[in-house]
T-cell receptor, first 113, second 116 residues
Framework: SQKIEQNSEALNIQEGKTATLTCNYTNYSPAYLQWYRQDPGRGPVFLLLIRENEKEKRKERLKVTFDTTLKQSLFHITASQPADSATYLCALDPGSGYSTLTFGKGTMLLVSP | GAVVSQHPSWVICKSGTSVKIECRSLDFQATTMFWYRQFPKQSLMLMATSNEGSKATYEQGVEKDKFLINHASLTLSTLTVTSAHPEDSSFYIC????????????FGPGTRLLVL
């Protein structure tokens, strides 16, 4: 069956360090993968999209990698700040051709000052 | 920007009543809108996909007669939870796709529904 797995335990790091979150998937051949940020009681906010033929994408302090052989994406936040504390969701297009997204459960990131 | 609004942001209702939730794209035309449901500490679960002017496509296990979706215009979709029961209590989130940008979804702030 198809699965998207993100670390279920919260990731606690200190301000200024780099946070690395993992998204693994099985039985998918996604055309692209996306990362979203979700704050408590709010809808997700789009951060980055990476296509299957791209290895890495950057946006300010964010970096995403996509390894279709390992079926894994890594999401990095450099120079992390307490304001980065949130739940981060990975989502992928299941390849059905209907532009729908399947989401992982998300990993909560806590950045302490 | 791409702003999506939802109304109401929260609603409490009695069991057996119907509740309508609106989703609007404020500064763009949305050819496709999606409705999700999210339970605490769970992922977003897609309920249905709707395209303007056509019937919604429901995901497996979602009752179309219970969750009525109307995508009346390029900026408005509504979800009506009919005869709501306590198990329908959840966080309902809509998203919209911009015309010509068929990959990124822009999400609304969500609607918290509590059925007593």
């Amino acid at each position: 069956s198809q699965k998207i797995e993100q670390n279920s335990e919260a990731l606690n790091i200190q301000e200024g360090k780099t946070a690395t979150l993992t998204c693994n998937y099985t039985n998918y051949s996604p055309a692209y993968l996306q990362w979203y940020r979700q704050d408590p009681g709010r809808g997700p906010v789009f951060l980055l999209l990476i296509r299957e033929n791209e290895k890495e994408k950057r946006k300010e302090r964010l970096k995403v990698t996509f390894d279709t052989t390992l079926k894994q994406s890594l999401f990095h936040i450099t120079a992390s700040q307490p304001a980065d504390s949130a739940t981060y969701l990975c989502a992928l297009d299941p390849g059905s051709g209907y532009s729908t997204l399947t989401f992982g459960k998300g990993t909560m990131l806590l950045v302490s000052p | 920007g791409a702003v999506v609004s939802q109304h109401p942001s929260w609603v409490i209702c009695k069991s057996g009543t119907s509740v309508k939730i609106e989703c609007r794209s404020l500064d763009f035309q949305a050819t496709t809108m999606f409705w999700y449901r999210q339970f605490p500490k769970q992922s977003l679960m897609l309920m249905a996909t709707s395209n303007e002017g056509s019937k919604a496509t429901y995901e497996q296990g979602v009752e179309k007669d219970k969750f009525l979706i109307n995508h009346a215009s390029l900026t408005l979709s509504t979800l009506t939870v009919t005869s709501a029961h306590p198990e329908d209590s959840s966080f309902y989130i809509c998203s919209a796709m911009k015309r010509g940008y068929q990959e990124t979804q822009y999400f609304g702030p969500g609607t918290r529904l509590l059925v007593l």
